[in-house]
């Protein structure tokens, strides 16, 4: 993964689980897991954030109650060391709360300079839509951004980045796996990715 190639301590937020209609408790399920994940790296400042309990295994964003912490605390908390916040096929955070969520976003690139976001998303209409660069009511409309577009791969390519990412994990797959992932999913980097956590997580399986 490009992360951890870059050296800096970063958050993956993977928002493909989110319903349509997501509320603030699945959200903040969503970023509680996102920390968790990122733990061994950020320790040092969750253990002082007033909002998040750390107990094992667990990381509890709160977000409602007496100790409940907005995303622009959050994030200006997350602030204190140079972060990465990656927020993967972010289309998917359209909906009720999305304003909240734009907001965040227009006050961290405002305000917290280490923290840089990386957006990405499979359905780029969405993405575009979400963002709002071409909304003017948008909070993050006129900000500046930097765009990468990765085009299909071929198969061969499918079948060189799905080995190389298996070995960065040092996970050995069959080829007949590989093989099978690569004809399924067509050349979409997302959808490869995608499928390979699914193999992962899943023991064998994928969708």
């Not at 969520?101 to 990386?118: C, E, S």
């Not at 190389?164 to 067509?186: C, H, K, Q, T, Y």
């Not at 959808?191 to 956590?197: Q, S």
């Amino acid at each position: 993964m490009a992360l951890n190639e870059v050296g800096i301590p970063y958050v993956l937020i993977d928002c493909r689980s989110l319903r349509d209609n997501y509320g603030r408790s699945d959200l903040y399920r969503l970023i509680s897991n996102a920390l968790l994940s990122s733990l061994d790296k950020l320790i040092d400042i969750l253990r002082r954030v007033r909002g998040i309990s750390i107990m094992g295994n667990v990381v509890e964003v709160r977000w409602r109650g007496r100790e409940q912490i907005s995303l622009d605390e959050l994030f200006d908390r997350l602030n204190e060391k140079r972060i990465v916040i990656a927020l993967d096929e972010a289309q998917r955070l359209r909906g009720p709360l999305s304003g909240e969520v734009l907001n965040a976003l227009a006050h961290a690139y405002d305000f917290d300079r280490n923290i840089t976001f990386i957006l990405t998303g499979s359905e780029v209409s969405l993405l575009y839509d979400f963002i709002g660069i071409e909304d003017p009511d948008s909070p993050l409309f006129g900000k500046y951004f930097h765009e990468v577009r990765i085009d299909r791969f071929t198969h061969d390519e499918s079948i060189d980045f799905l080995r190389r990412g298996f070995r960065e994990l040092g996970i050995e797959v069959p080829m007949s796996i590989i093989e099978e992932i690569a004809n399924v999913f067509d050349g979409v980097p997302g959808w490869l990715v995608y499928a390979a956590n699914a193999y992962i997580r899943g023991a064998g399986a994928y969708p």
